[in-house]
């Protein structure tokens, strides 16, 4: 089946295992490929190594259950690809457990994805979900109203970026490029999966968060903000 339509078929699967996803990663030297097996599947991103080797990775995959026939599947895809090591990141890390250490499998040093989320229903109102706050995230979120905080959707890469470099150089973490920013902005707005919000005062960029939707669920996957008005507490109001 193809890969479109199977995804189309399975709307709890991660962002990270659509087609779109894919193509992203094959802009920034990964190439994708397709496995099915019975009703479980996964999108395996490859990357190529010296003398014809590859990696491979399976972010929040596989959909479905990792049976014996699509490990084997797996297995036959890596072989064709000359892989030396295949990762794979659940999406539901903690609750699947034991049921991901297969024959061949051991547990990784260390995560790329994140090992926990939280998941806010949001077929609540509002004021049910401000209810479920701490109340001092209320207060921040109504004050930031009161000091004229601006949130709007923007398609401003350039703005989200440079909010995005502070960000990363005050807490020491890595931040992608430019361009791959730009990337997943185009590959997921052209069919309105993604938004990018910035939150502002008179004018002034404050923070900003890239959005995406996936299925049933929508995904908070890159925020940042600068050192400028914080006391506004713009990124409350903006989440």
């Known amino acids: ?29 990964w190439y994708a490929r397709t496995v099915q097996a019975g009703n479980s599947g996964a999108q395996i ?11 491979a990775y399976i972010p929040k995959g596989p959909i479905g259950e990792l049976t ?17 090591f295949l ?13 991901y250490q297969l024959e061949g499998y051991r547990q990784a040093i260390q995560e790329i994805q994140p090992r926990r989320t939280i998941v806010v229903d949001i077929n609540a109102t509002e004021d049910e979900i401000m209810a479920a706050m701490k109340q001092k995230t209320r207060y921040n979120i109504r004050l930031a109203k009161r000091k004229d905080v601006l949130v709007e959707a923007t398609d401003d890469i350039e703005k989200f970026f440079e909010i995005m470099t ?16 730009q990337a997943a902005f185009d590959h997921f707005n052209k069919d309105g999966n993604c938004v990018l919000l910035i939150a502002s005062y ?17 995904y908070y996957l890159y925020g940042a903000s600068n050192n400028k008005e914080r006391n506004r507490m713009p990124t409350y109001l903006l989440q």
């Open 68 to 84: 014996p026939d699509l490990q084997a599947a797996l297995d036959t895809e890596c072989k064709r690809n000359k892989t030396v």
């Open 202 to 218: 008179e004018g002034m960029p404050l923070a900003g968060v890239m959005a995406f939707k996936q299925g049933k669920s929508a």
């Open 166 to 181: 502070v960000t990363g150089q005050r807490d020491a973490f890595g931040v992608h490029s430019k361009a791959y920013y």
């Open 45 to 55: 991103l490859f990357r190529n190594l010296p003398f014809g080797f590859t990696i």
């Open 87 to 99: 990762k794979i990141e659940p999406d539901e890390w903690e609750e699947v457990g034991q049921e």
């Open 1 to 29: 089946m193809d890969w479109n339509a199977y995804i189309a078929q399975h709307p709890e699967a991660n962002l990270l295992q659509t087609p779109a996803w894919g193509a992203l990663k094959s802009e920034f030297g």
